[in-house]
């Protein structure tokens, strides 16, 4: 491990590892919760809604959480990540029929809505190997589809479990099924074409009852130790947004599911939005379960009221805004700076979509004081949530934190500077490494300056790094480091000040709250 190295020039610094914290890196909407089909509990990246509906949607099923996506890609949102969670555990089957038994695959992903169909054919297989077949399998968009979203072809495989071309053993790299049970003595038959001689056909999947269950709360947060529901985020490093979509329409994000969401936005500096409850028919309904919940949160954002839009059936239905929220959150983020801090989300909502209530100017004031946004229609093309507010009503160190826009800020400094500073712990504590750490974040710190995102005239007032031996104290095995960073975000000298502690297993982010100029030089000192 290198204990030694000096200062580079430009944005990469020596042998020390680090680079330029990006001011204008692309973040990451994550969108976790049901959808009709595809990966569970996977982390998939999407940059459009062909993409999405390609590995989770089906044409004309219901499905807030295409809805969602579509109105975030609607609304300018370039980037997103959907898990989808399902309670389902049923899989749908083929059935290939041979003389001596039956080959069957299972889907690999759960759910009914998985249109699976397998043809087997013999070409350049040797008359004498009665084992050996072809194999193509395909993933229709829907039942009798001709819409292929996905095909995988395994030539020479056999039924032979003693061969490198075991059926079990090749199927075991695909991405669309897995062999269930153990496969017949013989290969299976040919598929032909209905009304053909010798053209290959396709099986499709049973058509068998298979339950599909609403995903409860559980299933949204899903297992650390598993990386499911929630934790299947992990690896996604730059998460700005996380829209949690629950389970049924009518359902509303339960404690269990809100408390661990706000536990791992906490952690990763990520800005939670969740749809309000479809509980909330008045202004009054909202007011009495905010009066009797005990959950506050600076990373939480929701607004009344509810939105809907009409199914294929022509009949008004709950979906969700979190999409095009996010689009709007993370537009005002790519321009941002201090003039937008009070700038209202406009959003521009495709799809007909509908508010499910009125609010008048004196009820969006009682929802503001209730740090809950009020969502209205401003044009025929518009919508507009007003308050700019988050949920953190009585939240102690970030009470000050119910600016939505101001706390937006607050995290992207935090998460840049908590990724960015990560390549520290590859190196023994020493004053060297301190200087460098120090040189990397202020130059991050200075960037925002000049982008107007920080009040004051500059170093003096605007901004301060410490990381030293005082903020060291006790730190000395590889690997561990901490310093702090204060930021004026509202007026020149009044910081607000967090400790950052990069260990091997993680960096935790401590909020140390607002402090005055005195307060903040005596932190300086420490």
């Excluded at 569970?40 to 044409?59: C, H, L, M, N, T």
């Excluded at 559980?218 to 979509?245: F, K, M, N, R």
Aim: net charge negative; hydrophobic share 40%.
């Amino acid at each position: 491990m290198p204990k030694d190295f000096e200062r580079g020039e430009g944005a990469i610094y020596g042998l020390s590892g680090a680079v330029q914290i990006p001011v204008d890196a692309e973040s990451v909407t994550a969108f976790v919760g049901p959808a009709p089909r595809g990966p569970v509990d996977q982390a998939v990246p999407v940059r459009d809604i062909e993409s999405f509906e390609k590995q989770f949607g089906v044409p004309e099923y219901p499905c807030r959480m295409g809805f969602a996506i579509r109105q975030f890609f609607a609304n300018g949102g370039r980037l997103a990540v959907v898990v989808r969670v399902s309670a389902c555990t049923e899989r749908n089957r083929i059935v290939l029929h041979g003389d001596t038994g039956d080959l069957c695959l299972e889907a690999r992903n759960p759910g009914p809505l998985e249109f699976l169909r397998a043809s087997v054919d013999y070409d350049s297989i040797p008359a004498d190997e009665t084992r050996c077949f072809n194999i193509v399998v395909q993933r229709l968009r829907s039942a009798e589809s001709a819409w292929i979203d996905e095909q995988e072809y395994f030539r020479g495989v056999t039924t032979d479990p003693n061969s490198r071309d075991y059926i079990g053993r090749v199927l075991a790299q695909s991405e669309l099924v897995r062999l269930h049970g153990t496969a017949p003595g013989e290969r299976p038959s040919l598929t032909i074409r209905r009304g053909s001689i010798r053209e290959s056909g396709y099986v499709s999947a049973l058509a068998r009852p298979v339950s599909n269950p609403a995903p409860t709360d559980y299933d949204l947060v899903g297992s650390q130790e598993l990386g499911t529901g929630i934790s299947a985020l992990e690896g996604i490093p730059d998460v700005a947004h996380l829209c949690l979509i629950s389970g049924a329409p009518d359902a509303a994000i339960g404690p269990v599911a809100l408390l661990a969401a706000d536990q791992f936005c906490r952690a990763h500096q990520t800005l939670l939005i969740v749809d309000p409850p479809a509980r909330w028919q008045s202004v009054d309904d909202v007011i009495h379960d905010q009066r009797r919940s005990d959950f506050s949160s600076p990373n939480t954002v929701t607004w009344f009221p509810c939105v809907r839009t009409n199914n294929a059936s022509d009949h008004k239905v709950l979906t969700s805004a979190t999409g095009a929220v996010a689009a709007a959150l993370a537009e005002v983020e790519r321009t941002r700076g201090m003039q937008r801090v009070h700038d209202e989300l406009m959003i521009m909502p495709r799809g007909g979509l509908k508010l499910a209530h009125e609010v008048s100017a004196e009820d969006s004031r009682r929802l503001l004081r209730a740090g809950i946004n009020a969502l209205i229609r401003r044009s025929a093309l518009h919508l507009q949530l007003l308050g700019n507010v988050t949920e953190a009503r009585h939240a102690s160190v970030t009470a000050g934190f119910d600016d939505l826009h101001a706390r937006a800020e607050v995290l992207t400094i935090a998460r840049r500077i908590r990724l960015g500073t990560r390549w520290a712990v590859t190196y023994d504590p020493s004053p060297r490494l301190w200087r460098e750490l120090r040189n990397q974040v202020d130059e991050f710190l200075a960037a925002l300056y000049a982008r107007a995102m920080l009040a004051g005239d500059g170093a003096t007032d605007s901004w301060f790094v410490k990381c030293d031996r005082t903020t060291n104290k006790g730190s000395n095995a590889p690997g561990d480091i901490a310093f702090l960073v204060g930021v004026a975000l509202r007026k020149p000298g009044e910081y607000f000040v967090m400790r950052f502690h990069h260990h091997p297993t993680g960096c935790n982010v401590t909020e140390l709250g607002w402090q005055a100029t005195m307060a903040a030089a005596e932190a300086q000192a420490i």
